[in-house]
């Protein structure tokens, strides 16, 4: 919410009255979680989160809105977030339950939702969350810390750099903009993101 993407503009927000000492804002709308649990599934299968992502993708696909979901490693959806066209802020008790947690939103766009923004990089690198999975109409973009590695903040600053960089030397607009963005980013985070630590995941639509 505080820090989007050039054209694009798609983030996560982290909310007032946390530790984190950057600019924070509002929180949105709650949403009932039994709209993402799986029902009638064994607790703890990994059937339980392919299900939960797919119902995430369901329910939100096409809404115009970006949707914001915490879940666990047993696919249970704790907290559930509705924000606006191009953002989505968890309330205090959401931020805290990231912790530890996957956090799942989509980037809305009818035509190119792209992948992170250096607010959506932020949020991950700040709330200790396992995950950040942004689901687009394209794919799903995955960012997750590398298993026995030590993560740096700093790719929050350089990445936030590379996106002004992109925008500022962009005349595009519409799809054709957010395509462009799109690449841009994909490749500097497919290319970098182990260089801090981190993992960097694209899996295609089917």
């Given at each position: 919410m505080f820090?989007?993407?050039g054209g694009r503009g798609s983030s996560v927000g982290i909310p007032s009255g946390t530790s984190y000492k950057g600019r924070k804002s509002n929180s949105d709308r709650?949403?009932?979680?039994?709209?993402?649990?799986?029902i009638g599934t064994t607790k703890g299968s990994k059937r339980n989160v392919n299900l939960t992502l797919n119902n995430f993708d369901r329910k939100t696909f096409?809404?115009?809105?970006?949707t914001l979901a915490i879940m666990d490693d047993k696919g249970r959806v704790s907290h559930a977030f509705k924000g606006k066209s191009g953002s989505v802020t968890p309330d205090?008790?959401?931020?805290?339950?990231?912790?530890?947690?996957?956090?799942?939103h989509n980037h809305p766009s009818k035509t190119w939702g792209g992948t992170f923004s250096?607010?959506?990089?932020?949020?991950?690198?700040?709330?200790?969350?396992k995950s950040v999975r942004a689901v687009a109409r394209e794919g799903s973009y995955i960012l997750r810390p590398r298993k026995g590695t030590t993560q740096s903040s700093k790719i929050v600053k350089d990445y936030s750099r590379v996106s002004k960089n992109v925008h500022k030397n962009n005349n595009l607009s519409g799809k054709a903009n957010r395509q462009y963005q799109t690449g841009q980013y994909h490749k500097w985070?497919?290319?970098?993101?182990s260089n801090y630590g981190y993992e960097y995941i694209y899996l295609k639509r089917k």
């Amino acid at each position: 919410m505080f820090n989007n993407m050039g054209g694009r503009g798609s983030s996560v927000g982290i909310p007032s009255g946390t530790s984190y000492k950057g600019r924070k804002s509002n929180s949105d709308r709650r949403l009932n979680t039994m709209m993402f649990n799986p029902i009638g599934t064994t607790k703890g299968s990994k059937r339980n989160v392919n299900l939960t992502l797919n119902n995430f993708d369901r329910k939100t696909f096409g809404s115009g809105k970006e949707t914001l979901a915490i879940m666990d490693d047993k696919g249970r959806v704790s907290h559930a977030f509705k924000g606006k066209s191009g953002s989505v802020t968890p309330d205090v008790e959401g931020y805290n339950a990231s912790k530890n947690s996957h956090v799942i939103h989509n980037h809305p766009s009818k035509t190119w939702g792209g992948t992170f923004s250096p607010a959506d990089v932020n949020y991950l690198v700040n709330s200790g969350a396992k995950s950040v999975r942004a689901v687009a109409r394209e794919g799903s973009y995955i960012l997750r810390p590398r298993k026995g590695t030590t993560q740096s903040s700093k790719i929050v600053k350089d990445y936030s750099r590379v996106s002004k960089n992109v925008h500022k030397n962009n005349n595009l607009s519409g799809k054709a903009n957010r395509q462009y963005q799109t690449g841009q980013y994909h490749k500097w985070l497919k290319d970098n993101a182990s260089n801090y630590g981190y993992e960097y995941i694209y899996l295609k639509r089917k």
